[in-house]
């Protein structure tokens, strides 16, 4: 949102790449006791093929979104995913060596000290310019033109948000139905259009946020434009909202946001890469998986009658139906009374599925259903014919999602738990705009690397 974002992100990126090398000459000076190999032809061959790794390295930093801003946000998951980030490296490193044979260097101390000398370097490089945001006050300063309902949400977003403050709010006609939401009360409303060009001069704003659909607004638009510089950021609230949320305000879109955003067909060159992965990865999911199925089967036969397999249709791309399968969780006659919604701590799951539901063993099986092309890893969730048509009178556009092929993860699954209700849908789908709206393989690294992530904390 903004240039000045773009700004310090490279500066975090120029930042690491200087980390990066210097790392590696600490780790080298460790390993030879001093600095007399600088200069010489054998360091010379290890800042070449380190390069190479330092590049994976940068590609995994952009996957894991240690370039947002402010990059310190959380803790916890800044934590959790460096130590996925160091072992990620690790295994690139190995590997790119492994795949050369032919060469005189195998860096294996080098390459552990100079990982773990990256992550101390890392870690402090990210605390200190967070530190440095900080005590230099660094917001972006906004103005909202005209309000809407989902600002509530947007309130408690904004204070984990420590790079955005909202100054005022200005409407010309605005009245007492906005004054129920409480957070609205600490900031200033503007009814003047000369006094918000003072607060933007006063304040140095940087971004206009407009929560008004712009098209029904006609003279307001020309009093902004007549009095407002230009090189301000003019934001459409639904771009506001989804930069801070990571999802898309359902209520404030219609049918001209999808034609602008969603017409687009998607790259062929991303296209054949995504079903290359698919292809490749689903495979070899399966060979190393196989050898679990014998024992799932016969726990799945001891525990309750029935079959092993499950076999449901799900709702896929374009709305052609196709068969899911899984390892079966429930009792056999779980749905004697046809399609049902599951519920919290569901009755009808055995003991045996609860495990397997608990370590994600039921989904194993769709390693075939990706490998045939029905789904692939990464898309919004396949939902049962039954559900998707109550569902499509309740949430507009729903339909929307099966423009693309479903998924065995997905952002929404990522970001909203398993839900069982006609509201936790909506919100899940909002996510599910989302991915398809910005989709692309580096986005789909991204999803793959954090669902791994989550099933390894379980």
Do not use: C
């Amino acid at each position: 949102m903004g240039n000045k974002y773009q700004y310090l992100k490279f500066i975090l990126l120029i930042g690491d790449i200087f980390l990066m090398y210097g790392a590696l000459l600490l780790t080298l000076a460790i390993r030879y006791k001093d600095f007399s190999f600088l200069p010489g032809p054998q360091s010379k061959i290890f800042l070449f093929h380190f390069s190479f790794i330092h590049l994976f390295w940068l590609i995994l930093l952009f996957i894991f979104d240690f370039y947002e801003i402010p990059p310190f946000k959380k803790v916890f998951d800044f934590s959790s995913d460096l130590i996925i980030f160091l072992f990620l490296a690790g295994v690139l490193g190995v590997t790119y060596f492994y795949l050369q044979p032919q060469l005189i260097i195998t860096p294996k101390t080098i390459l552990v000290l100079d990982i773990l000398i990256f992550g101390l370097f890392l870690l402090g490089w990210r605390y200190l310019f967070s530190q440095i945001l900080k005590i230099r006050g660094f917001k972006e300063r906004i103005v909202i033109v005209g309000f809407r309902p989902e600002f509530k949400e947007l309130f408690s977003e904004l204070s984990f948000q420590t790079g955005y403050e909202i100054l005022a709010f200005f409407n010309s006609a605005f009245s007492d139905k906005f004054t129920p939401f409480s957070n609205l009360a600490k900031y200033k409303i503007i009814t003047d259009t000369h006094k918000l060009k003072e607060i933007i001069e006063r304040e140095n704003v940087s971004s206009i946020v407009f929560a008004l659909a712009l098209h029904n607004n006609k003279e307001l638009i020309q009093q902004i434009f007549a009095n407002l510089p230009l090189k301000l950021n003019y934001i459409s609230f639904a771009d506001f909202y989804e930069f801070l949320t990571k999802k898309v305000p359902l209520e404030a879109i219609d049918e001209v946001w999808f034609l602008e955003n969603l017409s687009r067909t998607e790259r062929k060159i991303g296209k054949i890469l995504k079903r290359a992965f698919d292809i490749f990865f689903s495979f070899f999911g399966l060979l190393i998986t196989a050898a679990l199925f014998p024992f799932i089967a016969l726990a799945i036969k001891i525990d309750s009658p029935g079959p092993v397999f499950y076999f449901q249709k799900r709702v896929g791309e374009e709305g052609e139906a196709f068969t899911l399968y899984k390892f079966r969780t429930m009792k056999a006659e779980a749905e004697k009374m046809g399609p049902q919604w599951a519920v919290p701590n569901d009755p009808r799951i055995t003991h045996v599925g609860k495990i397997l539901r608990a370590i994600y063993f039921d989904e194993l099986p769709q390693f075939y259903n990706i490998f045939k092309g029905d789904i692939s890893f990464v898309g919004p969730r396949p939902e049962r014919p039954e559900f998707v048509s109550q569902l499509k009178g309740k949430i507009p556009y729903y339909e929307i999602r099966h423009l693309i092929k479903p998924g065995f993860t997905g952002w929404a699954q990522l970001n909203f738990p398993a839900t069982f209700s006609v509201e936790g849908t909506k919100e899940k789908f909002q996510y599910d705009l989302y991915y398809i709206k910005n989709r692309s393989f580096f986005f789909d690294l991204k999803i793959i690397f954090k669902t791994i992530r989550i099933i390894l904390k379980q």
